[in-house]
């Protein structure tokens, strides 16, 4: 695991790097163990669980739209290969099912610090926590801008932040509501894998309303996760052939742009006055571009 990022970073902007790939992955790199042995594990403790009922019920007074979607549950992961050797490196990533409710009650909660465990290893320390998988993108357009987002005053995380576009992988978009497809575990695993290449361009083309025959096959970089509320977010890097003049007319149009008030195409030096204005989890996302950037100047990203 990465060292904890600075001490001087605001504490919503804290972030650790549970992985890096610089040379950046596509999809042949990239495998899913989807499997309930990777689902949360209920605490000890009776009333902190409780807790998690109450504190859905009282979300859910103040904002009656919600929905308790399903979400895919980041579990661990384990590389084969390293990217710093000439062998190609191998991500396979261990993941469960977990719902929008228990995000809430668990990560979300005001109790959060009390569903960890003491350890080193973040599968354990996090074994009580819903941890949903997000993901992002950076994007960078034809003249060398990245795209970032100021969410909207009405989100339920971070309001009013910069942000990456991105979203979540959807379970509901391979068929998932359930273990009980795993019988066909192997297709099941190939399916969640595209999903979370399919999800990231999915979730762009919605929030910025750039189309995708506009965007590159996305990259995997990493995961990177908020101190914070042990929020984890898988992070893409996007080529879009379009000039950043052209995104403010797209972005009018986006189908979700309503998640957020700004769009922005800024130079590097620009975002970097941005990250702690961002969350941890996407402050994070920037450093595994950084990253990317300082490997590119020796080798060239992954074919797609």
């Not at 991105?166 to 497809?181: A, N, T």
């Not at 970089?221 to 403010?248: T, W, Y």
Request: with cysteine; net charge negative; charged share 20%.
């Amino acid at each position: 695991m990465a060292k904890i990022a600075e001490v001087m970073i605001p504490e919503g902007s804290r972030y650790q790097l549970l992985l890096s790939c610089p040379s950046g992955l596509s999809l042949s790199q990239v495998s899913v163990d989807f499997s309930n042995s990777h689902d949360r594990i209920q605490h000890p403790d009776h009333d902190l669980e409780d807790s998690i009922a109450q504190a859905w019920e009282q979300r859910t007074q103040r904002n009656s739209s919600l929905f308790n979607g399903q979400k895919f549950r980041f579990g661990s992961l384990c590389i084969d290969g390293d990217a710093g050797t000439n062998e190609v490196p191998h991500v396979f990533l261990r993941l469960g099912l977990t719902d929008y409710r228990t995000f809430v009650g668990t990560n979300l909660s005001s109790q959060w610090e009390k569903f960890l465990v003491a350890s080193q290893d973040d599968s354990v320390r996090c074994r009580h926590t819903s941890s949903p998988l997000g993901n992002a993108a950076v994007i960078e357009t034809s003249d060398h801008k990245i795209i970032v987002l100021r969410r909207s005053d009405n989100v339920g995380e971070f309001p009013g932040h910069y942000v990456f576009p991105g979203g979540h992988p959807e379970p509901m978009s391979v068929g998932i509501d359930s273990h009980q497809l795993e019988k066909d575990g192997e297709v099941l695993n190939e399916k969640v894998t595209q999903e979370m290449f399919d999800s990231i361009t999915r979730e762009v083309v919605e929030e910025t309303g750039i189309p995708a025959s506009s965007l590159s096959p996305p990259l995997f970089i990493g995961i990177s996760q908020r101190e914070l509320n042990v929020r984890p977010a898988m992070f893409f890097f996007i080529k879009c052939s379009r000039h950043s003049d052209d995104i403010q007319r797209l972005y009018s149009s986006a189908e979700d742009g309503f998640e957020s008030t700004q769009l922005h195409t800024v130079s590097l030096e620009e975002l970097k006055t941005m990250t702690s204005r961002m969350p941890g989890c996407h402050h994070g996302g920037f450093a595994l571009y950084e990253l990317m950037l300082q490997r590119l100047k020796s080798t060239p990203l992954t074919s797609t």
